[in-house]
């Protein structure tokens, strides 16, 4: 596939090519034009200049019409997302439906009137006026995407902003531009105007650290590390910031939990997307009673998760992005290792290919359990009773998102209300969630501003109040 940065709708002209190449055996999967300083600048004034300005109707049949495009077309997204990340060909059947839903809920969504009306006689100091509120959308978004879910997270930044108005200028993760191209080729097909969006790659010193910082921009709405989005969040200046960010998430295991249960989510969590959510599962704390039978279950379940070709509807799981994320992990393993851990499944290593890998007897400052660890990895580490599992899950840095095998209702209720993060699953994975559910963390895994598609919106646009005698 050759394709293209685009400036609101024009392929852009360049000699520099960005290769990209299939993390599985190095095969070149397309080539990106990339462009320069000079298309940063057309870009932002294009979209400001704006064009036709869009009903709310409008709106609702551009998203409508790109998500039954992209119906037609999930096959190709599919083998698309799977050969330049790796990702098993079925998580990324599985990540087409999941785009498909954040352009249906958009659209729906871009149907609705949220504004609220106050009436103003109901104090001693009242009178006879209404005040209402109106959301009026920002001036320019700049959205910058991360690598792990290529279609779903550009999904999640165009959408609401495009839902509510908002012209973009998205930057894609560099390891996986193919399929945000192809989902901006779609929606300009669907009829948004061409204004509405340009999707820029190149030298971060050109696009993305220039696009955070200009002042023309009123919101950076940003998925990714944790460096790179304080970094972010240090030169973005006077403008609206969103950071999701990334995260540690515990599975806590109780005593009394449903054994089968606790298996299917542990492995799940863990090596679904190869590891590669932010919500995966990253640390496995279980009860210290019933350690060794979860462990056991636990080998078994994860030789089911067979690791290989990702083109191949048997695997399992694919690579992970490029074989130095699979060195670090399998060196993180090896630190835990030295520190008294014990490898008891998987761990071997073929180039971007890790297998998922059980890890018991995980010391608690291990690195893998300081700091997230991006891939198939499953560490357990054991607790001895509620009070301890919370100081444990609330250890890190990290706020993102948390799961609880329990059916003990005292026990569920306290989660909910002492975890320091951003969701609290009781008996599911922390990554679930409806694609219009609030989601995003808390301390280093964001600011406390939710995304999904629904709260996105309302970071896309401010509150107008006007208000009128009655
Ligand atoms: P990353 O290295 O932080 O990159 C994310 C994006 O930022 C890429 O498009 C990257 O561009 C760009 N970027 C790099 N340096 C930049 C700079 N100085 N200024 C502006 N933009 C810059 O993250 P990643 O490795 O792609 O993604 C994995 C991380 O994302 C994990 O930590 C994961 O937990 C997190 N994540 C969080 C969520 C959430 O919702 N909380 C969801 C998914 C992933 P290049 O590709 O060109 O370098």
Redesign the pocket.
Known sequence: MNATSYVAGNPVKSDQLLEVKSPYDNRLVGTVTLANASHVEEAITTALKGGKKLTRYDRFSILDKARQLLVERKELFAQTISAESGLAIREARYETGRAHDVLMFAAMESLKDDGQIFSCDISPQGKARKIFTVREPLSLAVC??????PLN?VAHKLAPALATGVPVIL?????TPLTAILLTELLYEAGLPVYMLSTL?GP?HEI??P??KDPRVEIVS????????K??AA?AGYKKVIL????NDPLIIMEDADMDTAVHLAAEGSFRNSG????AVKRILVHEKIKDAFTEKLIARAKEYTCGDPSDPETKVGTV?DEAAAVYLEEVVKKAVVQGAKVVSGGKRTGALLEPTVIVDVPRNAEMVVH?S?GPLAPVLTFKDIDDAIALSNSTAYG?SSGIVTNNMEYALRFVKELKVGTVNINEVPGYRIESSP???IKD??LGIK?GVIEAMKCFTFVKTFSLPW
Do not use: D, W
Not at 276 to 279: A, F, G, K, L
């Open positions: 910058i995407t991360p690598f792990n879910h997270q930057k894609p993760s560099e390891k790659l971060t993305a650290e696009l955070v940003f998925t990714g590390s944790v460096p790179v989005g970094r972010i030169s999701e960010l990334g995260g590669q959510r932010c919500t992005i997230e991006f993102l989601f995003g963390g895994s964001g995304e």
